[in-house]
């Protein structure tokens, strides 16, 4: 059985005030025009999942307005033979909190619980832009895996920001150093461990995959230097670091400086020197083997959102990419202005439809 999201309630949710969905966990087509509330919907699946979802907002962005009382997003979701009832919400724009089956919960908790992953448009320049967003591409697929991971960055990054300060003050005594660098050493080296871990399952599930969507050769590269990647080099890195990073004013050095290098394998053609179309394609390709490295770990593919996803993908490429899609059994969210774009599911799938009226988004099969 694969993991499913079978009632979703939306409420007071960007453009939704109250949308009620009842799905039997086939692929769900979800077409309309553009602004009517389509990846609002795709957003409030992703918080099922640990983090700030697709669009990485904050909790105080994703409330409907005027109002601006807060939202609410209640589901059903079964995975594996289990039924769990799960809420998250935001109040006021306050942090998200989160309810499984009833008991107050936590995000790590949620991770374990509900796999999700996701494309979306603003992705599709992943591998001509920065590094930053190439490595939030990872560390998402990296999660997916290992929800402690998020705990690992976060701790990390509020670390980093620490020293930085410290950097940027220009304070010289070591020993305000030392206990943040142990921390940023330890939880470094699990974040690389991590990423590592995470391109692993993903070569292999190329590797085993017949698929019409082109493989990829990844590797993690530092934009300058050598990556320190134990936690005792990681220290010992930092520590040696600290006059350059006194005049650079930030660490120069770890994790956060690392880089996700992708090959187009079958032409040898680097992603970034590749068409739209290629890029595109390898992009779907690396959602793909996420979703099946997860349905081999864990029993069941994960929920794949896909947002605008028939762009920049001829008809060959949509139908191979439906098939594949059903024939992992996964239950994938997708979005288009029309039907049309979704002719080759045909009764695979379920079909809503978002208008909007004066109150907003709403919602029909």
């Known amino acids: 059985m694969a993991l499913a999201l079978t009632e979703l309630t939306v409420s007071h949710f960007r453009s939704h005030k109250l949308s009620r969905l009842s799905l039997d966990g086939r692929p769900v087509i979800i077409h309309g025009p553009n602004g009517a509330g389509k990846t609002n919907i795709l957003e409030a699946v992703s918080l099922f ?28 979701l079964d995975s594996l033979g289990h039924r769990s009832e799960i809420e998250t919400w935001s109040e006021s724009g306050a942090a998200r909190q989160v309810r499984i089956d009833d008991k107050a919960s936590n995000q790590i908790e949620l991770g374990k619980l509900a796999r999700v992953v996701w494309l979306i448009p603003s992705m599709d320049r992943l591998w001509i832009e920065g590094a930053e967003g190439r ?31 410290l950097l940027k003050d220009q304070v010289r005594d070591g020993h305000w150093y ?14 690389h461990v991590a990423r590592e871990a995470a391109l692993d399952h993903l070569r292999t599930a190329q590797d085993q995959a017949e698929t019409a969507f082109p ?11 050598t990556m320190p990647t134990t936690e005792d080099d990681l220290r010992g890195a930092l520590a040696e670091s600290r006059f350059r990073d006194l005049a650079a004013g930030r660490t120069l050095v770890g994790p956060h400086r690392s880089d996700l ?63 594949e899609i059903c024939a992992l059994g996964a239950q994938a969210w997708m979005t288009g202005t029309g039907p049309e774009l979704f002719a080759e599911l045909g009764d695979r799938a379920q079909s809503l439809v978002v208008t909007e009226d004066e109150d907003g988004s709403v919602v029909t099969t």
């Open 178 to 191: 030392a206990a943040l660098e142990g921390q940023m050493a330890e939880t470094g080296s699990r974040i």
């Open 261 to 323: 290098y992708a090959v187009f394998a079958a032409k040898g053609v680097p992603a970034k020197d590749c068409s739209t179309g290629e890029q595109k394609a390898l992009l779907v390709s690396l959602i793909l083997s996420n979703a099946r490295a997860l349905a081999g770990m864990v029993g069941a593919p994960p929920i794949v959102l896909l947002d605008e996803v028939a762009a920049h993908l001829d008809a060959t490429r949509r139908a191979a990419l439906y098939d």
């Open 49 to 76: 999942s640990p983090g700030r979802g697709l669009r990485r907002a904050s909790a105080a962005e994703m409330t409907r307005r005027p109002e601006a009382l807060g939202w609410k997003l209640s589901g059903v």
């Open 215 to 225: 493989s990829a050769e990844l590797e993690l590269v530092q934009t300058e230097g």
């Open 135 to 165: 490595r939030r591409f990872l560390d998402r697929i990296a999660l997916s895996f290992d929800p402690a991971h998020a705990e690992a960055s976060l701790t990390y990054e509020k670390a980093m920001r620490e020293r930085n300060r």
